[in-house]
């Protein structure tokens, strides 16, 4: 009997050891797990720090970069002009020594004209209205109106500017006058008066 209760007692005591060596390798085991885990933590950090300052240089790149280009853009447009520069100072100087006029016309002629050519190989061109033609605000500005027996009211009697633009964009308007008839002009200098009446009394 005594036997029986000795050999229960040592498998009692040797799960009990059993318990707390596996609760020590459990310990063990959540000990290294954190550890990984912080290094994994560590790592991420400076994987992320890493890449927060190439993002930061590859913006300054970038700025520095667009900066440049703005800077320089016109630098090839400036360097086709250039001999045509030259052209017009050359025939200035020649204008004071000669005294063939046609032939220093003709010279300046066909340095504008090269101007022109070089200016509409980078997208800027000039565009003339025909008189008669309709006028259209985005296209033309008004410098004044005239009555005129052949030409419709709100269509162009004159030029007196060329208008320009780049690719599709209107940058200058060209300058024209319209027709209109006596009443419509009545009636346009009648509301002139009193916006300007107006503008006087809130003064």
Same mark, same amino acid.
């Given at each position: 009997?005594?036997?029986?209760?000795?050999?229960?007692?040592?498998?009692?005591?040797?799960?009990?050891?059993?318990?707390?060596?596996? %609760?020590?390798?459990?310990? $063990?085991?959540?000990?290294?797990?954190? %550890?990984?885990? !912080?290094? !994994?933590?560590?790592?991420?950090?400076?994987?992320?720090?890493?890449?927060?300052?190439?993002?930061?240089?590859?913006?300054?790149?970038?700025?520095?970069?667009?900066?440049?280009?703005?800077?320089?853009?016109?630098? @090839?447009?400036?360097?086709?002009?250039?001999?045509?520069?030259?052209?017009?100072?050359?025939?200035?100087?020649?204008?004071?020594?000669?005294?063939?006029?046609?032939?220093?016309?003709?010279?300046?002629?066909?340095?504008?004209?090269?101007?022109?050519?070089?200016?509409?190989?980078?997208?800027?061109?000039?565009?003339?209205?025909?008189?008669?033609?309709?006028?259209?605000?985005?296209?033309?500005?008004?410098?004044? @109106?005239?009555?005129?027996?052949?030409?419709?009211?709100?269509?162009?009697?004159?030029?007196?500017?060329?208008?320009?633009?780049?690719?599709?964009? $209107?940058?200058?308007?060209?300058?024209?006058?319209?027709?209109?008839?006596?009443?419509?002009? %009545?009636?346009?200098?009648?509301?002139?008066?009193?916006?300007?009446?107006?503008?006087?009394?809130?003064?």
């Amino acid at each position: 009997m005594e036997e029986v209760v000795k050999e229960m007692q040592s498998n009692t005591d040797n799960k009990e050891i059993q318990k707390e060596e596996e %609760k020590k390798e459990e310990s $063990i085991s959540v000990e290294e797990q954190l %550890k990984q885990k !912080e290094e !994994e933590i560590k790592h991420w950090k400076e994987m992320a720090l890493r890449y927060a300052a190439e993002v930061d240089n590859l913006k300054k790149v970038f700025k520095r970069e667009k900066e440049e280009y703005y800077k320089f853009a016109l630098e @090839t447009v400036f360097k086709e002009i250039l001999p045509s520069i030259d052209n017009l100072e050359r025939a200035l100087e020649a204008f004071e020594q000669s005294e063939n006029k046609e032939a220093l016309k003709e010279g300046v002629e066909l340095t504008l004209r090269s101007i022109i050519q070089t200016l509409e190989k980078f997208g800027l061109k000039q565009f003339i209205p025909s008189v008669g033609e309709p006028f259209v605000p985005h296209l033309h500005e008004a410098l004044s @109106t005239e009555e005129h027996p052949e030409i419709p009211n709100g269509s162009i009697t004159k030029v007196y500017q060329k208008g320009y633009k780049l690719h599709d964009r $209107i940058i200058r308007p060209a300058l024209v006058c319209v027709c209109v008839s006596k009443k419509e002009e %009545k009636e346009g200098n009648l509301q002139q008066n009193k916006e300007e009446e107006n503008i006087i009394e809130n003064e």
